[in-house]
């Protein structure tokens, strides 16, 4: 057990394809990405957890691990490589702990399912659904999955970033069940609509229900950059458009066969003066992936 060492990476999430709540269930659906977080986790002989400073919640969910599974006595080394941006709305803090979580499982030995990782990671904060090996529609709160949906079609996505900063935490502070739930009806022709898209590889039917579930966000906290970018992706027949609902993000949803996301990043930078900044990211399998 001491002195092993495990590398886990574990991708961002672009915002969420779905919020919102069904069957009394405060829930979301993951839009995983092509951008990862990379978390080395080093087994030592102390009693002490060494982890920079700037992840303190990478460092709890290492400490929270070992005492998972009665390891409390001893210590652990972790370095970090994550370039996804904080408080974007990415779901950097949720790779970076289920890569954290998983790789101090296989560090010490241990096999640890995703539901676990889930667990742990609602302990430390509300997570993204990242940590499952398929598109789940997930209790980010309590850490309950509410329904395995499958794995997502390849798609392209653009991310435009008008600027400004969120802190998950202090978002979820705020009890936003009251208002999601008086549009459940709204949330659950948009779950249909990408339950349907995934079964049936269809990018069109998963931008309609994103697209569905960030018009009803928009009717919540009304944004007029939303509105915009949701007229715009009509205009040029995109599949749809999702949002970083406790971020900054709006993206444009893409189905890559057509090969055309450089002339529509064009066309949204002509429009858009006062994007900060674009990223084109491309769909990929959720869950950690060990090195």
């Known amino acids: 057990m001491i002195n092993n060492q495990s590398i886990v990476k574990t991708p961002a999430s672009c915002g969420e394809l779905l919020q919102g709540v069904i069957n009394e269930q405060f829930l979301l ?18 009693t002490q957890i060494k982890c920079p400073s700037e992840y303190p919640k990478s460092k709890k969910a290492v400490r929270a691990t070992l ?7 001893i210590g652990a080394i972790i370095s970090i ?3 996804i941006p904080k408080s974007k709305g990415l779901g950097s803090s949720t790779a970076d702990i289920t890569s954290a979580i998983a790789a101090t499982a296989r560090a010490t030995n241990n096999i640890i399912r995703p539901e ?7 302990s430390i904060e509300p997570s993204d659904a990242t940590m499952f090996s398929e598109i789940t529609a997930f209790a980010h709160q309590s850490g309950s999955i509410i329904e395995t949906l499958g794995g997502l079609p390849t798609m392209e996505i653009l991310a435009f970033d008008f600027g400004g900063l969120v802190d998950t935490i202090e978002y979820n502070k705020t009890d936003r069940f009251n208002q999601w739930n008086f549009f459940e009806h709204e949330t659950i022709k948009a779950m249909e609509n990408i339950r349907n898209g995934i079964s049936n590889r269809s990018i069109k039917l998963i931008g309609k229900g994103a697209t569905i579930n960030a018009i009803t966000s928009n009717k919540i906290a009304p944004n007029e950059r939303l509105s915009q970018m949701i007229e715009f992706a009509a205009e040029i027949q995109s599949a749809g458009v999702s949002i970083a609902h406790s971020g900054t993000y709006i993206s444009i949803l893409l189905d890559p066969s057509e090969k055309r996301s450089t002339s529509v990043m064009k066309q949204a930078q002509s429009e858009f003066t006062d994007i900060k900044n ?5 769909t990929v399998s959720p869950g950690p992936i060990y090195i």
């Open 29 to 46: 659906v993951p839009c995983p990405i092509n951008f990862y977080s990379t978390v080395t986790v080093k087994i030592d002989a102390s």
């Open 116 to 122: 676990e990782i889930a667990k742990i990671a609602v």
């Open 81 to 83: 490589k994550n370039p």
């Open 67 to 73: 005492e998972y599974f009665n390891l409390d006595k």
């Open 278 to 282: 674009i990223n084109h990211f491309r």
